[in-house]
C-alpha cells in the first residue's frame, strides 16, 4: 500500500502506529504532480489506513459521560484535518495526527458537552480550578479552602466561586430524577414556576368590587355559571324561567361588568324589567274579522308555556275561519314552547280550523324546522 514495501504478513490494521509514518510519506509523495480528482483517492487511503489509529485515542476517553460513537466521530474529523494539513517536511505524521486529534476531542468536551451555556473564560477556569483542588487536597491532607485556591491561582475569590457554582453546570441534574427515600416525588416538584395568574390580580380585585353593584339574582346566576359550572339549563331550572332569558341576563350582567371595567365611574345598573325581561311572554288574542291572531313577543318556555296552549285553544275553540299565531316579537322558543305550538295545531287539526304560523324569526324557525312545525 502506498507503494512501501514490507516483509511484514500482517495486515495494515494490525500494524498500526509503526507504518503510519511510512503511509504518510508514500501518500504525499504519491499526490506530487496528480490532479485534484487523484489526489482525492490518495487521501482517502491514507484516512483509512489511520482510522484505527483515531479509534485507539477515542477510546482513552471514553467512560467520561460521552458516547464512544462520539467520540469516534469527532477523532476521525480530527484524523481528517490532520491529513489535509501534513506537511512532510514538519516531522511526524504520527505525532501530528495525534495532536490534532486528541485536541478536538478536548474541544469536544470543553465546547459540546455542556448540560448549559458557560463562558469560555468560565470554562478554563473550572479546568484549573479541578487542577489546583487536586494538588493542594494532596499537599494538605484535605480539600482546600476558596481562599487557598484563590492565592494558588492568583485569582480573586470571587471568580474562584463563580468557577465551583458553573462546574455543576456540565451534567445538570435531571428534573425527573427521584428525590430520595421511598418518596415518588421528583426533583422538578420542588422548582416554583411563574404563576400567570399574576397578571390578571387587578382584573380580579376590580371585578370582585364590581359584583357587589349587581342584584342578587345576576350575581348568583354568573356566581353559577362561571364558578359552579353549571349549565344556563340548569340555572334556568333552578330560578323557574326560561333558558333564553338566563342566557339574556347572563348578557346583561356581563356587557354591564365589560362597560364598568373600561370606564373611570361604573355606570349605574338599570332596575327595571319589562314583562320580558321578568321570563314572562307577551301573549294577546284578537279578533280581525272572520280571523283570529294570537300575537306573541319575548321568549316562550316553561314559564310561558301554558299561557300559549291556553290562548290558541281558546281560539280555535271558537271556530274562526282561520287562527294565525303572529311570532315576530317571538326572541325564542325552548322545548317548553313548542309543545305548546304542537298542542295548538293538533286541536286546530281536530276542529278543521286552519292554523298559520306567520313572520317566524331566523331563530325561532330553526327551533320549529327541528321540531317538524315549519
Known amino acids: 500500500m502506498f507503494g512501501q514495501t514490507t516483509t511484514s504478513t500482517s495486515s495494515p490494521t494490525e500494524r498500526g502506529l509503526e507504518d503510519l509514518d511510512a503511509a504518510a510519506l508514500a501518500y504525499a509523495a504519491r499526490i506530487e504532480g496528480l490532479p485534484p480528482e487523484r489526489r482525492q483517492e490518495a487521501r482517502d487511503d491514507l484516512v483509512r489506513f489511520a482510522l484505527p489509529f483515531a479509534g485507539r485515542l477515542a477510546r482513552r476517553y471514553r467512560g467520561r459521560g460521552e458516547p464512544l460513537e462520539d467520540l469516534e466521530q469527532v477523532a476521525r474529523l480530527g484524523l481528517v484535518n490532520a491529513v489535509d494539513r501534513y506537511d512532510p517536511e514538519r516531522g511526524s505524521f504520527t505525532a501530528y495526527a495525534a495532536i490534532t486529534i486528541v485536541g478536538e476531542i478536548k474541544r469536544h468536551f470543553r465546547d459540546r458537552t455542556w448540560g448549559v451555556h458557560v463562558p469560555r473564560r468560565l470554562r478554563d477556569l473550572i479546568l484549573e480550578v479541578g487542577q489546583a483542588t487536586a494538588a493542594l487536597t494532596s499537599e494538605l491532607s484535605r480539600a482546600p479552602t476558596v481562599a487557598e485556591l484563590a492565592g494558588r491561582l492568583e485569582t480573586p475569590e470571587e471568580e474562584i466561586l463563580a468557577a465551583l457554582e458553573s462546574a455543576a453546570g456540565y451534567s445538570p441534574a435531571s428534573l425527573n430524577a427521584p428525590v430520595g427515600g421511598e418518596s415518588s416525588a421528583e426533583f422538578g416538584d420542588l422548582v416554583g414556576e411563574s404563576d400567570n395568574a399574576l397578571e390578571s390580580v387587578d382584573d380580579r380585585v376590580t371585578v370582585s368590587g364590581l359584583l357587589h353593584r349587581l342584584p342578587w ?23 323557574g324561567i326560561s333558558q333564553m332569558h338566563v342566557s339574556r341576563l347572563l348578557s346583561r350582567a356581563l356587557t354591564w361588568l365589560r362597560q364598568a371595567m373600561l370606564a373611570d365611574a361604573p355606570p349605574p345598573w338599570q332596575n327595571g324589567v319589562t314583562e320580558a325581561e321578568a321570563g314572562q311572554p307577551r301573549i294577546s288574542v284578537k279578533q280581525n ?72 324569526q331566523p331563530a325561532v324557525r330553526r327551533s320549529l324546522t327541528a321540531a317538524g312545525l315549519a
Open 289 to 360: 274579522g272572520d280571523r283570529v291572531v294570537v300575537e306573541v313577543g319575548g321568549d316562550v318556555g316553561r314559564d310561558g308555556a301554558d299561557r300559549l296552549r291556553r290562548a290558541m285553544l281558546e281560539a280555535v275553540t271558537g271556530q274562526p275561519a282561520e287562527v294565525v299565531v303572529d311570532l315576530v316579537g317571538a326572541g325564542g322558543v325552548d322545548a317548553g314552547g313548542i309543545a305548546a305550538l304542537a298542542a295548538g295545531r293538533e286541536a286546530a287539526a281536530r276542529t278543521g280550523v286552519p292554523l298559520r304560523l306567520t313572520r317566524v
Open 217 to 239: 339574582r345576576e350575581r348568583r346566576i354568573l356566581a353559577m355559571r362561571f364558578y359552579g359550572n353549571q349549565t344556563q339549563a340548569e340555572i334556568a331550572a333552578r330560578f
